[in-house]
């Protein structure tokens, strides 16, 4: 059986601490701080590889952060095995009551990589990500009209102007209200850029849904968008945000670990 070395990296923009660990041994050696470049990275591997017996296998391990799955694909790339790690899972790093710095979180990485002592984070299908990276598209322009929404409460507000209270809102009722106030020509120019920008984005989200709901039935999603759409409420591009955030659902024994 080959052995292991496992090395804890804590990954940042522009730098990658580095700590390696041998459980075996229960030792650490290499640790260094590096710019965050693939040929460093490499060079600091095959500078392990010739010091050990060969057929050693190295194990890489990070953080699950806002640089998302790119450093993964790099080291699986260069042929290494990867794994990325939930941060709240990882008890020595929870357990360290020693001022934190990217050297001890490194090593704290490497010693929790070696003796398992995490779970690993599910890692998309590069067609899961970009999915993902369109129905994210969506949610963004829906915070984009909602906003919109609320500037031209807020513009209609301040002109004096008071929508029936605890009639529903952004009803055809409510837009038709809208237009027919009585407002200087400055003014009523103003609020029709905006309800014309606002449909302008609804006319895009019911593009990008029709989108989503396409994709939904590829061979990969569409059983499972189906049966989700089965509940109440869940229409197929809700599904699919499910889905795509999710992954892999059999990752999951009991509804407990997956609320």
Known sequence: ???????????????????????????HSHQTKI???TRLIWKYAKKIESEVE???????GYEAGCLGFSFYERITKMGFECRIMAPTTIRLAQTDRVRKTDRRDAKSLAEALAYDTYRSV???TQEDQEVRSFIRLREDTQETVKRFKQQINSFVMKLG????????????????????????????????????????LETKIARYDERITEMSKQENYNELASSLSCFKGVTRPIAMRIITEIGDFNRFATAGEFA
């Open 122 to 124: 599910y890692v998309p």
């Open 1 to 27: 059986m080959a052995s292991l070395l496992f090395i804890g990296c804590d990954v940042h923009s522009k730098t990658i601490s580095l700590d390696t660990f041998d459980r075996n041994s229960n030792t």
């Open 35 to 37: 710019n965050n470049d």
């Open 161 to 200: 102007y008071t929508f029936d209270e605890g009639k529903t809102k952004w009803t055809i009722k409510h837009r038709d209200w809208l237009k027919s106030l009585e407002l200087s020509p400055m003014n009523r120019e103003v609020l029709d850029e905006y309800l014309i920008t606002l449909e302008e």
């Open 54 to 60: 060969p057929g050693t296998k190295l194990v890489f």
